[in-house]
Structure formats: structure tokens, C-alpha cells
């Protein structure tokens, strides 16, 4: 047996037995991208990832519209966590911002049509993330 093919096969039997990284090393620092949502289903998780992906460079880490590219931008991103946005907008209206873009829903001609890039399941999460952005109601 070669020394590549040793090695995969130690590879596929480390990962086919459950290996795992011991206990006590130290756990990595959080960050900004990380997904602190551990109490979230995986729905939500995977619409914070994909907002950190497609619209965290406009809309901001945390949706308030104070992303990188927002100083480039005129009208300035919507803040995605206003409440009085949040209580106006349906999920299909958010869905469909999302789809077809903002100037397809009356909103900014700033914000791309991501229909094409994302199936019907990742927009459907992208709202889901998006409802908890809003702080809750006292």
C-alpha cells in the first residue's frame, strides 16, 4: 500500500469511528460571523448564514442597515429590524423583496433579485432569521 493511500485510509477510519477532538482543548473565540443561535432551530441558522453571506455587506452584521457597502448606497439600507418595518411586512412581502429585489416590490433599486441565486427553502429561512432581528415586545 502506498503512503497516500495509507494515509486516506487512516482518514476514513478516524472519521468512520467517531473521532473527535479531546474535550479540554480550547473552544475558539466568538466572532461576528459565528451562529449564536443555539436555541434556534436549523431553519433560522441557516437564514443567518445566508444573510451573512448575501446581505450582511449592505444590511450589516445585525440587519441595522450599517453594512460596509451602506456608505456607497443612496437610498442607505433599510435597518431589517425595525419593528415598525417588521409589523408591516408580511413573509411573503420580505419573501418577495428577497426573490425579485427591492425596485420589484416598490422598495429600493439598490437591492438585488437574488431569486436566481437562492431556491424557494433559503429564502423561506432568510425570513425566518430575519423576524428574529426585531427586538420583542415588551
Known amino acids: ?34 451562529l449564536p443561535l443555539p436555541d434556534a432551530g436549523y431553519n433560522v441558522r441557516e437564514g443567518r448564514a445566508l444573510f451573512q453571506h448575501y446581505c450582511s455587506i449592505c444590511h450589516g452584521a445585525e440587519g441595522h442597515g450599517d453594512g460596509f457597502n451602506a456608505y456607497n448606497l443612496d437610498p442607505k439600507p433599510r435597518d431589517l429590524g425595525d419593528p415598525g418595518f417588521q409589523a408591516k411586512s ?25 431569486g436566481r441565486t437562492l431556491g424557494e427553502r433559503q429564502i423561506r429561512n432568510l425570513v425566518l432569521y430575519l423576524r428574529t432581528l426585531s427586538p420583542e415586545p415588551e
Open 1 to 34: 500500500m502506498t503512503a497516500p493511500a495509507r494515509t486516506l485510509g487512516l482518514i476514513l477510519v478516524a472519521l468512520t469511528s467517531g473521532c473527535r477532538a479531546p474535550a479540554d482543548l480550547p473552544q475558539p473565540a466568538a466572532s461576528a460571523w459565528a
Open 90 to 114: 408580511s413573509d411573503e412581502d420580505l419573501a418577495a423583496a428577497i426573490r425579485a429585489g427591492g425596485g420589484a416590490s416598490g422598495l429600493s433599486t439598490g437591492m438585488p433579485p437574488w
